[in-house]
C-alpha cells in the first residue's frame, strides 16, 4: 500500500482545478524511475529532478493527483513542503 502524506490525502480528495503541486514520490527499489517519470510526463506533468534515495520530484496538476497514486511503482508520496502554522 502507498504512503500518502496528509496534505497529499487532501488534495488528492479536493483539488483545485488548474492548480499544480510538486510531489515527492519514492520509487519501489525493484522498480524503474524512468519509468515512472515517463508516467508522470503521460499525465501533462514534469520530472523537476531526481532526488537521492529513489526519489523523484515532480510537478503535476492537483486533479491528476489520484492518478499518480495508483502508479504501481510509487511507494510514497508527499508534497515537497511541509506549510508552518499560518
Known sequence: MTYLSHTVRSLRRDPIPGETVR??????????????????????????????????????EQSDIDAVCSFDAVTRVETDAVLGPT
Open 23 to 60: 510531489l515527492v514520490l519514492s520509487v519501489a527499489e525493484d522498480a524503474s524511475a524512468e519509468a515512472v517519470a515517463a508516467s508522470v510526463e503521460s499525465l501533462g506533468g514534469e520530472l523537476v529532478r531526481e532526488l537521492q534515495f529513489g526519489r523523484l520530484l515532480v510537478e503535476v
